[in-house]
């Protein structure tokens, strides 16, 4: 599984999605407001919408809450005009980091960001340096200990997947960003146990970290995510579940 997704399941089970609700609020309502504003009202015609408002959803948001942040992207209500930008860093071990923002302020964000990778052992690269490494993929996560391999794998081909693996507790099934939710849908229509799904950046190949240096990148992830204007962190990590769970724990 790739790191990043393992480690916010990890922090779902640990209740930190919770205990920071205001923040996710935050971060999920900037998403629907800059993709009402890029594509539109209608989440039928706009995946990044759509996604967002599934977000919302799975995070228990008020439909008011989303009908207001739709409004602000298509200017009906006036609201904060954010900008669109992606850093990119190593941390600790040659790890390669990607960092999506939403900001309405960047001479704000980018010190910020600078600092938490100086901070953290890590440093701030220009654009492009990482980016290369990643592919933009859709990401469905699907509970192995409810489904066989051969059946699941079977399923997945039929509904339009381009791959599948095993990875710890759980099967990830990846699609092409624009069919994620048709091939979803398709699977959850059969009874699949989808645990996830989402439109991500996936590495190519993984760096291997442990010990000290494990614990320097989590610690790097984890600050570059709570900071407001940060929507998503993606990294090339490679960590044992065992390892993220007692960095967890700590």
Do not use: C
Not at 115 to 134: C, D, P, Q, R, Y
Not at 136 to 161: F, P, S, T, Y
């Amino acid at each position: 599984m790739s790191g990043h997704s393992r480690w916010s399941q990890i922090k779902r089970k640990k209740g930190k999605a919770d205990v920071q609700r205001g923040k996710l609020f935050s971060k999920i309502l900037r998403e629907i407001t800059v993709a009402a504003r890029n594509g539109g009202a209608d989440p039928k015609v706009n995946m990044r919408l759509k996604a967002a408002i599934e977000s919302a959803k799975e995070a228990n948001m008020p439909q008011d809450n989303i009908k207001r942040a739709i409004q602000k992207g298509t200017g009906e209500l006036p609201g904060e005009s954010y900008e669109e930008i992606t850093y990119e860093g190593y941390a600790p071990g040659g790890v390669a980091v990607m960092v999506q923002v939403l900001t309405d302020n960047r001479n704000r964000t980018a010190p910020e960001v600078r600092h938490l990778f100086e901070k953290h052992g890590g440093n701030l690269g220009t654009s492009g340096a990482v980016a290369w490494m990643f592919d933009r993929k859709g990401v469905i996560q699907v509970d192995a200990d409810r489904i066989g391999e051969d059946d699941l794998l079977a399923r997945a081909l039929d509904a339009g997947a381009t791959d599948m693996r095993r990875a710890e507790k759980a099967y990830e099934i990846t699609t092409a960003p624009a069919e994620m939710d048709a091939v979803r849908d398709a699977l959850q229509r059969t009874g699949v146990p989808v645990l996830e799904a989402q439109v991500t950046y996936v590495p190519q190949s993984t760096v291997r970290v442990e010990g000290a240096t494990a614990v320097s990148v989590m610690r790097l992830i984890e600050a570059l995510e709570d900071l407001d204007d940060v929507q998503h962190v993606y990294a090339n990590y490679d960590i044992p579940d065992e390892v993220l769970e007692a960095i967890s724990a700590a």
